[in-house]
């Protein structure tokens, strides 16, 4: 093979491992359009933002999270976003995609379940304070300690003077975490009472989505005006200047995702960091190496 052959099947297969990242965000829309299709609507905020403008965007922001994580780094900043919301608001979807291209030892996820029986003989902040970034992290909080506020306060989990409590500490507890270097970022993700009908819907004929309506979430639907009322009482008494309470409109799922990673990005003044030129090193061969042969039934059936 020449040299010019050569470095035309490098290209390819440069090119095709380019290709196959996009699919990846692919697979995740077109699994979105399967929900769309399942409930014969596309949602009563869904403006078909142009296929092609959404990808290009997505992933010059994405292009720009990944500068953020290397100012992050290099400067050892500690970050902290929280994103909160209704059940279906569109959280997760944003979440995959502010992730999707960066590393997870430097941006990480922190989704807790609910707390066992010692956690909750603790103060009520302690079992999150462990997942908090050190220098040169971010941490996506997917659910944060507004559960006391939001899904504790409606369902009953906590007693009127333990979500007292809560209020009473919260903004004492984020202002400490700003003073200590933290930037501290708060989502919450709105959607109407129709656009959550719609995507419940789509779960509850989804067998692939299925897993995603818990018995909690279901009562979380019926009982729609009390979450409603928590929400905005917990804006009320936690957005303070320290720790403010951002609003993103998650009707349109693709111009939520857009918004929500675009207006992160302004939370937070970065540059570049100069990179040294990466060179790959020549591969040593050994004349006397041979590659021992594998047995056949090691290798997974080749059905695809």
């Not at 003989?121 to 304070?129: D, E, G, L």
Request: net charge negative.
């Amino acid at each position: 093979m020449s040299d010019r052959d050569n470095l035309s099947e490098q290209t390819r297969r440069l090119y095709a491992e380019m290709i196959d990242s996009l699919d990846e965000e692919l697979e995740m829309e077109l699994d979105d359009a399967r929900l769309d299709a399942l409930t014969g609507a596309a949602g009563e905020g869904d403006t078909d933002i142009d296929r092609r403008i959404y990808f290009r965007e997505l992933l010059r922001l994405q292009g720009e999270l990944v500068k953020l994580q290397d100012w992050v780094v290099h400067k050892k900043l500690k970050i902290v976003v929280l994103f909160e919301g209704r059940d279906a608001a569109g959280k997760g979807g944003a979440i995959k995609r502010i992730t999707q291209r960066l590393n997870p030892r430097v941006c990480r996820v922190a989704a807790l379940p609910a707390p066992n029986d010692r956690e909750r003989t603790q103060w009520y902040f302690q079992r999150y304070v462990s997942h908090l970034p050190a220098g040169g992290e971010m941490v996506l909080f997917d659910r944060s300690w507004y559960n006391r506020a939001g899904v504790e306060r409606v369902m009953g989990f906590c007693t009127p003077d333990e979500y007292e409590e809560f209020f009473r500490s919260v903004t004492e507890f984020e202002k400490m975490l700003v003073r200590s270097g933290i930037i501290l970022i708060k989502y919450w993700f709105s959607i109407s009472d129709e656009e959550q009908n719609r995507r419940f819907l789509a779960r509850v004929h989804d067998p692939l989505k299925q897993w995603k309506l818990s018995p909690m979430d279901l009562e979380s639907r019926r009982r729609w005006e009390a979450y409603t009322k928590a929400k905005e009482e917990m804006i009320e008494r936690s957005h303070i200047p320290e720790a403010r309470w951002w609003v993103v409109e998650g009707v349109d799922k693709k111009r939520a995702r857009l918004n929500c990673i675009q207006h992160l990005l302004e939370q937070v003044p970065y540059g570049e960091v100069e990179h040294p030129s990466i060179v790959l090193p020549e591969r040593e061969h050994h004349p006397d190496y041979i590659r021992q042969p594998l047995p056949g039934d090691m290798f997974v059936p080749s059905k695809y």
